[in-house]
């Protein structure tokens, strides 16, 4: 099935959970979506012509907000299904916007530094006309990073003649970004994992936790849960994975990567899949769609999965593991914490005043607890359509208002 018509039929799901299913033609298609085709010089001289989208599927909670992605596998369907999750994923942490995504078809390994540059402010370019900060608001997401951020702020600003920080979010911090954004995915699910553990009264050094992945979401939340004093037994990246039973120790794990490229160069080795079915208290996946499937959720021994990951499990494991008792916090959820500071990277644009890297955090912190706690009052079949449910709520209460 298209991830379009899973993000669609997720909608009529927490619709009908909530008997409201008359709201879904509302719901189901983006407001409005461009395709864009627009020339880029490359280094050669020569001109390539790039092929990119922007999906704004909902504003009835504020701007539309959501990242930029550069990939080969960038295409309509995708952009808009990602576009919808973001609603979810704003109403989900409760802060003022809507949902967007948008991306370009591209390979950019295969891109010069200067040739990047060029694409990103083409691209901003070629979308400006529907972005703003009280319209839309991007950010980075797969394959771009708040480099990219600072060139598409700089081009919006030059052609407004103005300078607009607002109009994106995840900018570095010497340029109008927020300190704490970039640890902000993954310090909010581990806020969450912490409130799990102090809720359920586990013994901190016994709790076990496995990651994969270790890259700019997954690694922060290592070195939080890790400070905390949770034993990190497994972690991965792209070339591999690696198990410890007394645990990894973040600092070790950041050593092992700088000496040898990759993480997984002490330890155990184990494949992604041994990760995966390990018996630990917490399973992150914080890196890959799609590898919780109904071929290996049976499989599963974790008590909890914390999805740092944009869509790691599909639907039909969701039904196996909710049979088998394993309590998950979906990726809406789970993954919320960076559009939460970048809304406060939005706020602080706005009004010119900038904060502490503690008082983001800590608001963060408080953010990422209150969507738990409503995310648990709620009832539904499975957790994801319990989060789901919870946004829903709120943005169908945003349309009734009006009506
Ligand atoms: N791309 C990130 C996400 O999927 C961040 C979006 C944002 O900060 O607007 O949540």
Redesign the pocket.
Known sequence: MSELKDAQKNILEALKTINKEEYYELLKEPEKFIEVNFPVEMDSGETKIFKGFRSQHSTLRGPA???IRFSLNVNEEEVKALSTW?TL?CAVADIPFGGAKGGVKVDPESLSDAEEKRLSKRYIDAIAEVIGPDRDVP???MNTTSRHMAWMMDEYSEDSRELEPGVI??KPVEAFGSKGRAEATGYGAAYIVEKIVEEKDMEKEETTVAVQGFGNAAAPAVEYLDSIGLKIVAVSDSSGATYSEKGFKYGQLVECREENGSVCKIGEKITNEELLELEVDFLIPGAIQEVITEENAENIKAGHIVEIA?GPTTLEADKILAEKGVKIVPDILA?SG??TV?YYEWVQNRTGEYWPKEKVLEKLRQNMTQAYKDFQKEEAETDREKAYAVALRKIVEAYKIRE
């Open positions: 907000k959501g990242g973001m994923k950010a980075p997401d979010t995840g944009n993954n960076g559009v970048s």
